[in-house]
């Protein structure tokens, strides 16, 4: 989910029981403020939600105070919430368990690709860094490209591929065990072999092969 489908949330908008969120409206900033907008038609979308991540929004969802208020809000003036900065809570709370790793000048450390260094297992990672995670996990599920466009509301599954292509590569193996099993299920297992189809005239198999893509 995009932050703005998240700030925009509201306890109608989850099904407990069918574990899933309805994504119907996002926050978009216009100057200072935020406003409640309609998605484009390709984002509206049913986001598929592991039980263990519905278990923590169960009391958050019953303690709504309203099917149709904000699932959550800004303390000072109940308006969505606004996206992360380095000072905002969600930052702190990462430094807090990531406990970034700071030089003898007090400054934080960072590696050749400009990123803070994490001194525990917890990774330094952004609000929208999760969203990518989140494909990330989709796709070593086993996720078909399509069903990942769908879940991350892309335009199309070659903007999905230009993303997490690569996740893909890894498994090239697994492909090539599934194929070599189900070849070897059709040899043991006779009813599942092709039928071949016998042609009285040579003609006729030259005219089928054309017609293959």
């Known amino acids: ?13 989850i099904d407990i029981e069918r574990r899933r969120i309805q994504i119907t409206r996002s926050a978009s900033k ?6 409640l907008v309609t998605p484009k038609t390709w984002e509206l979308r049913s986001v598929a939600v592991p039980t263990s991540v519905m278990t923590l929004l169960v009391p958050v969802v019953e303690a709504a105070r309203s099917p149709s208020a904000l699932l959550w809000s800004r303390p000072g003036d109940g308006s969505p919430l606004r996206p992360p900065t380095t000072t905002n809570w969600f930052v702190k709370a990462v430094y807090r368990l990531a406990q970034p790793e700071k030089g ?3 400054e934080y450390v960072r ?4 990123k803070l260094v994490s001194t525990t297992d917890f990774p330094v990672i952004s609000a929208h860094q999760l969203r990518h995670t989140a ?8 996720a078909h490209i399509k069903t990942v466009q769908r879940q991350l509301g892309h335009k199309s599954a070659a903007m999905t591929l230009d993303n997490y292509g690569h996740l893909y590569d890894d498994d090239l193996d697994e492909v ?11 040899t043991e297992n006779p009813s599942t072999n092709p039928v071949e189809i ?3 005239d040579p ?3 030259d005219q089928e092969n054309e017609k293959c893509p």
């Not at 090539?176 to 189900?182: F, I």
Request: cysteine-free; hydrophobic content about 35%.
């Open 1 to 13: 989910m995009r932050w703005g489908e998240l700030a925009a949330l509201r306890p109608r908008d």
């Open 198 to 200: 016998q042609f009285d």
């Open 176 to 186: 090539a065990s599934r194929m070599d099993a189900a070849i070897t299920g059709q």
């Open 111 to 114: 590696d050749e690709d400009d």
């Open 104 to 106: 003898e000048d007090g």
């Open 203 to 205: 003609r006729q198999l």
């Open 135 to 142: 494909a990330s996990l989709m796709i070593r599920s086993g």
């Open 30 to 35: 216009r100057n200072n403020t935020f406003d």
